[in-house]
């Protein structure tokens, strides 16, 4: 086969890494994420679908999850799409839902980080979203929301993101070789030990995006969504149906 993958950019490593090992053609695009809006995400993707529908591909594989429902509404033209069923880009990381069941039941109050997420998004709105939240970056956030919403809402909302971190008690980093830590490993550990969290080295495991090149298609795992239907979100332990 020939397939488009259509990948944010926070896993553009693992994306790479399995279209080189696949036995299909696969075409990686990066979708820039760096302003996380779902609504957003989702007019991109539809665009990039869109215009690959007169291109030879048989599959566009997207190496995303439903992501606050980014990939809800999601209508395939002329080329099959091929969804993971995971709820967000952590389950991509760690290979399936139920490791990320079992990860969050071991601790709920669980902050995740991962190489590429940490090296790739930029600016002041990404910075703590990120776990990157220095002084100097939460003064830009505070600037920033000062200019467009005005002072009160401003410190309105730098309150509820106080609130927010304060909740989390483990901070995992997910780790692709587990000899070498980076300097984005290093950077998470910090910011892991300034908040008073925990601090853990998970492997990630690819397999799910793997699969997803390979052709692998288990429907247990994934969502196939022939020419001119839509995606929808169900809810339930399948997170994605066809509407």
């Known amino acids: 086969m020939r397939i488009l993958l259509l990948t944010c950019e926070s896993l553009t490593r693992a994306a790479y890494a399995a279209a080189a090992r696949s036995p299909n053609i696969v075409d990686v695009t990066i979708v820039p994420r760096n302003r996380h809006q779902p609504d957003d995400i989702r007019v991109r993707l539809q665009t990039l679908i869109d215009q690959a529908d007169d291109q030879p591909y048989q599959a566009i594989g997207l190496v995303y999850g439903l992501c606050g429902m980014a990939t809800a509404g999601l209508r395939a033209r002329r080329i099959p799409l091929v969804l993971p069923r995971a709820h967000d880009c952590i389950t991509l990381h760690l290979g399936s839902r139920q490791r990320h069941e079992a990860e969050l039941q071991k601790e709920p109050a669980t902050y995740w980080y991962a190489q590429d997420y940490l090296e790739r998004v930029q600016g002041a709105h990404a910075a ?17 929301y000062c200019y467009k919403y005005g002072k009160q809402k401003a410190d309105r909302l730098m309150a509820i993101m106080g609130d927010w971190l304060s909740h989390y008690k483990r901070a995992v980093f997910l ?17 892991a030990a300034r908040r008073g969290w925990t601090f853990e080295r998970l492997p990630a495991d690819f397999s799910l995006i793997q699969r997803l090149c390979d052709g692998d298609w288990s429907e247990q795992d994934f969502l196939i969504v022939p020419p001119g239907q839509r995606t929808r979100p169900t809810y339930e332990n399948d997170i994605l149906a066809i509407e």
Do not use: C, H, K
């Not at 703590?128 to 920033?144: N, P, R, V």
């Open 128 to 144: 703590l979203a990120m776990g990157q939240g220095s002084q100097a970056e939460m003064d830009a956030i505070y600037e920033t």
């Open 175 to 191: 780790v692709i070789d587990p000899d070498v830590v980076t300097s984005a490993e290093e950077e998470a550990r910090a910011q």
